[in-house]
């Protein structure tokens, strides 16, 4: 039979029982812990209750524990109601549920996770049921262990990875956009704002409204341009742009946190130093066609603030769903034209369908200062949108990569340290190996530009092949590197301009496509 094995356990027993999967895993048994197999940011509840209808076995860990545990019950009852076959593991001495009685249960309460016997027994069992047992040697220890010769210096993963945070700010993101392009919705359907403020449709107000999340994240929505309220320059003046002459002249931006409360009014000064922004979310509605005159007035604005913010705008086009009526020809010609404005940088995307969601998020991501912390912008979004664990963790090693990308031959130690937060910021997202953590050894890196890419993916690429163990052919560092040569025209390029985000982005590009 084809499918997982579901480990069904307490926390209290968690130390016993990742080593107990660990050692079944590296035995070939296709197992599914839930510190493993939840992507981060993911739906926890509802993520298990897809991994118990599609598991071919349960194994429930037997504790005092486990049995007082409403959680780890409502699991096993789940798999006997769903017909699944239930193996019980006495791990330490309990009362056995009424249910679980009539089962045999596997007695390793005197054994240690790595005994042999233990895991033969286990393994016998599963045969006799005929689950489906790979082949061991291909699981990502196997990997590991083989590359861990390769490194010298020791180096504390974890605690580098802590102090690395602690120097990193949440992101500043600013809302911009045209009146009745949709901004609020926008921001609805992309942020979890259920438990902050529902946005009101800040066309009609004369404010910036502001929401920080709990974790630092904040969120500001602006007053529409082009609108019909003359409070464009509100906007202007909160995002460092000259304030247009035809609009009423202000000299502080009114900022709320929520609707109904006191107005702060912040001069420039005060903005600068509250509200010093990352990423510019510009928005506008796609579903009509541009004038000319409408056309050469978003450009306009969109140069200026390209001056302010290049290389850190994000541009949505709104209301795709709205073509439907047109032939492809004439939706593509539209968007093309729509595009054509924002240097074509423009992702079309539907609140109503979801179309373009998330290609949106993970260019807000890209787009992202490789100083900022990302975590507060993953878990602040709804659980449909947020990125997998694999998507997240090439986003984050693209913005290391190009910062190393652009270092100099007399920054030795700044590559070093930087090759190895890569790692450690790996090793991070990958909790079920702390066991290798400690144990793991880095190269040194000393490489600038593409010679130092070419160098450093190659084994960022087997390092994350292997704890993702993941399922495409593996390629050889010599084939990652040719693949790495494919884009080096772009690379270059990037390098020559001392352009951080291009940069990421092409990275990302290369990452994205060794793993597919």
Same mark, same amino acid.
Not at 6 to 22: G, H, Q
Not at 405 to 419: A, R, W
């Given at each position: 039979m084809f499918g997982h094995v579901?480990?069904?356990?307490?926390?209290?027993?968690?130390?016993?029982?990742?080593?107990?999967?660990? =050692?079944?895993?590296?035995?070939?048994v296709p197992i599914w812990l839930d510190q493993w197999d939840i992507p981060f940011g993911a739906n926890w509840s509802r993520t298990i209750e897809n991994a118990l209808k599609k598991c071919t076995c349960l194994l429930i860990i037997l504790s005092p524990s486990s049995v007082e545990s409403d959680e780890v019950q409502s699991e096993w009852l789940s798999a006997l109601d769903k017909n699944k076959v239930v193996i019980p593991i006495l791990y330490k001495k309990c009362e056995i549920p009424f249910r679980l009685k009539p089962i045999k249960y596997i007695d390793i309460?005197?054994?240690?996770?790595? #005994?042999?016997?233990? &895991?033969?027994?286990?393994?016998?069992?599963?045969?006799? /049921? #005929?689950?489906?047992?790979?082949?061991?040697?291909?699981?990502?220890?196997?990997?590991?262990e083989k590359r861990q010769n390769c490194f010298s210096h020791d180096h504390n993963i974890p605690n580098i990875f802590k102090e690395s945070h602690k120097s990193q700010s949440a992101p500043r993101i600013a809302l911009v956009g045209t009146h009745g392009s949709g901004k609020t919705s926008l921001l609805n359907a992309l942020f979890e704002l259920d438990n902050l403020v529902i946005l009101c449709n800040v066309d009609m107000t004369d404010c910036v409204i502001r929401v920080e999340f709990p974790g630092g994240l904040v969120l500001y929505e602006t007053p529409a341009i082009q609108g019909e309220n003359d409070c464009e320059n509100i906007t202007r003046m909160f995002l460092g742009l000259k304030?247009?002459?035809?609009?009423?002249?202000?000299?502080?931006?009114?900022?709320? $946190?929520? /609707?109904?409360?006191?107005?702060k009014e912040l001069s420039s000064k005060d903005i600068t130093n509250d509200s010093t922004l990352d990423i510019i979310l510009f928005v506008f509605d796609v579903s009509y066609i541009p004038l000319r005159i409408q056309r050469k007035s978003l450009r306009?604005?969109?140069?200026?603030?390209?001056?302010?913010?290049?290389?850190?705008?994000? @541009?949505?086009?709104?209301? $795709?769903?709205?073509?439907?009526?047109?032939?492809?020809?004439?939706k593509d010609a539209l968007i093309t034209a729509w595009s054509a404005i924002f240097d074509n940088q423009?992702?079309?995307?539907?609140? =109503?369908?979801?179309?373009?969601?998330?290609?949106?998020?993970?260019? !807000?991501?890209?787009?992202?200062?490789?100083?900022?912390?990302?975590?507060?912008?993953?878990?602040? /979004?709804? %659980?449909?949108?947020?990125?997998?664990?694999? *998507?997240f963790i090439i986003i984050e090693v693209s913005k290391l990569l190009s910062s190393i990308?652009?270092?100099?031959? #007399?920054?030795? =130690?700044? &590559?070093?340290? *930087?090759? !190895?937060?890569?790692?450690a910021m790996i090793f991070s997202y990958y909790s079920e190996y702390k066991n290798i953590w400690y144990k793991y050894k880095f190269k040194t890196y000393h490489k600038i530009g593409i010679a130092g890419l070419k160098e450093l993916i190659p084994d960022i690429y087997e390092l994350i092949y292997a704890l993702e163990n993941h399922n495409t052919p593996f390629l050889s560092?010599? $084939? @990652?590197?040719? &693949?790495?040569?494919?884009?080096?025209? $772009?690379?270059?390029? *990037? &390098?020559?301009?001392?352009?951080? %985000?291009?940069?990421?982005?092409?990275?990302?590009?290369?990452? !994205?496509?060794l793993f597919k």
């Open positions: 579901f480990i069904c356990y307490s926390r209290n027993d968690e130390d016993f029982v990742i080593k107990l999967a660990t =050692n079944l895993k590296h035995e070939g309460m005197s054994r240690s996770p790595e #005994d042999k016997e233990s &895991i033969e027994r286990i393994l016998n069992v599963l045969r006799i /049921l #005929d689950i489906a047992i790979l082949e061991p040697g291909a699981q990502p220890e196997h990997l590991l304030q247009d002459d035809e609009f009423r002249q202000i000299s502080k931006v009114p900022i709320i $946190s929520k /609707l109904g409360s006191k107005r306009a604005f969109y140069m200026e603030l390209k001056q302010v913010f290049e290389g850190h705008i994000v @541009v949505a086009g709104t209301h $795709s769903d709205r073509l439907e009526d047109l032939t492809e020809r004439e423009m992702i079309p995307v539907s609140v =109503n369908t979801g179309e373009g969601l998330d290609d949106l998020v993970a260019s !807000i991501f890209s787009t992202m200062p490789a100083r900022l912390n990302s975590v507060s912008l993953q878990q602040a /979004l709804r %659980t449909e949108h947020r990125l997998n664990r694999i *998507s990308g652009l270092m100099t031959d #007399d920054m030795p =130690n700044e &590559i070093e340290t *930087s090759s !190895i937060m890569i790692f560092h010599e $084939s @990652v590197r040719q &693949i790495i040569q494919s884009y080096e025209s $772009s690379l270059w390029k *990037s &390098i020559a301009k001392n352009e951080s %985000t291009k940069l990421a982005l092409i990275i990302r590009d290369i990452l !994205i496509y």
